[in-house]
């Protein structure tokens, strides 16, 4: 297996340098002119500014302002990072050895650097934090859901990990806050057919052969909200959130089913009442079994009155 080459340049907040690789064919006399077109969204002031404060590097080390175009060769630097609002909610780890990392995410963090989102992930965060440069996720959990995340922390062992999820062979559970509608016939197993297409925020349900399967399970309810536990058997985009407004049990805070609306990213009232509660699985390295809970409530059902008003207090809150 060839080797990934090593970034002359150090990770910065946790993130590895962008590396682009030069055309072997081209019109440029120099790696700045080049520079100059391939990245049209970057302010050609920017790049000079870059290449003077020897931001911009080859395997050799800085490259220099006027330094002449390499056909075939690949340059490293650090992008710059859009402003961002921080997510003022901690994220708990639940387990740690030597190979794995089990973390709680709170609401409104992302897993993994995206769009706008990029030092406020959980990823960066670790990374940054807990001086683990090469810890990565082995699976993904929704900005807006939170839970327990499984992170790989030997690089050695990602792939077998990683595969457990991709073979899905790990069981997920999860709870979620609901009405409660008794004439609803639970537990029942719902099967769906969802897609969704690129550049469209929210998938859907379609006609056709299901690719989506749930498990729904009302665990207890009062003052017309159920506490719900859901089993997901496969992993398709907002399945769950999909099949509980099917049901016509809409979780509580979702900003997309049954209604899509606009919520600014800074927006940190009522989260989504959706939570990554358990997960299990055969370790694939020791064969032993594993099984890790959350640390976590939703309060929606904890302090319903605080979710309704949106206090921020309780976003937090931990089992005693």
Same mark, same amino acid.
């Given at each position: ?169 790990? *069981? ?6 609901? &009405?409660?509608?008794? /004439?609803?016939?639970? =537990?029942? +197993?719902?099967? #769906? %057919? ?101 640390? *976590? ?6 302090? &319903?009155?605080?979710? /309704?008003?949106?206090? =921020?207090? +309780?976003?937090? #809150? %931990?089992?005693?």
């Amino acid at each position: 297996m060839r080797r990934r080459q090593q970034p002359p340049l150090p990770k910065r907040f946790g993130l590895d340098p962008a590396r682009l690789r030069l055309p072997e064919d081209g019109p440029w006399a120099t790696i700045r002119d080049h520079l100059v077109e391939r990245l049209p969204r970057v302010d050609p002031a920017r790049i000079d500014e870059l290449l003077r404060q020897g931001g911009i590097v080859d395997l050799a080390g800085p490259i220099a302002p006027d330094a002449p175009y390499v056909p075939g060769g690949a340059v490293w630097f650090h992008r710059d990072l859009p402003e961002e609002t921080d997510v003022p909610f901690d994220i708990t780890i639940v387990h740690r050895d030597d190979d794995l990392l089990v973390v709680d995410k709170p609401h409104f963090l992302a897993t993994i650097p995206r769009g706008q989102h990029i030092r406020q992930t959980a990823l960066v965060r670790l990374r940054h934090e807990l001086g683990l440069p090469e810890l990565i996720p082995a699976h993904r959990l929704d900005r807006v859901t939170a839970g327990l995340i499984l992170f790989v922390i030997n690089p050695a062992r990602r792939g077998a990990y990683q595969t457990m999820f991709h073979k899905r062979s790990v *069981r997920k559970e999860y709870e979620a806050i609901a &009405p409660y509608d008794p /004439a609803l016939d639970l =537990p029942r +197993t719902v099967r #769906s %057919r969802i897609i969704k297409e690129k550049q469209v925020l929210a998938a859907q349900e379609v006609p056709g052969e299901p690719n989506a399967e749930t498990v729904v399970e009302l665990l207890e309810h009062r003052d017309g909200l159920g506490r719900y536990r859901l089993k997901p058997h496969t992993g398709r985009t907002h399945q769950l959130r999909l099949h509980m407004n099917g049901l016509g049990i809409p979780i509580l805070g979702d900003d997309f089913y049954p209604v899509l609306t606009d919520k600014p990213v800074n927006d940190f009232t009522r989260p989504l009442q959706l939570l990554a509660a358990a997960l299990e699985f055969t370790d694939p390295i020791t064969g032993e079994p594993r099984r890790f809970e959350t640390t *976590r409530t939703l309060q929606a059902w904890t302090d &319903p009155q605080g979710w /309704a008003e949106g206090s =921020p207090a +309780t976003f937090a #809150s %931990r089992w005693p």
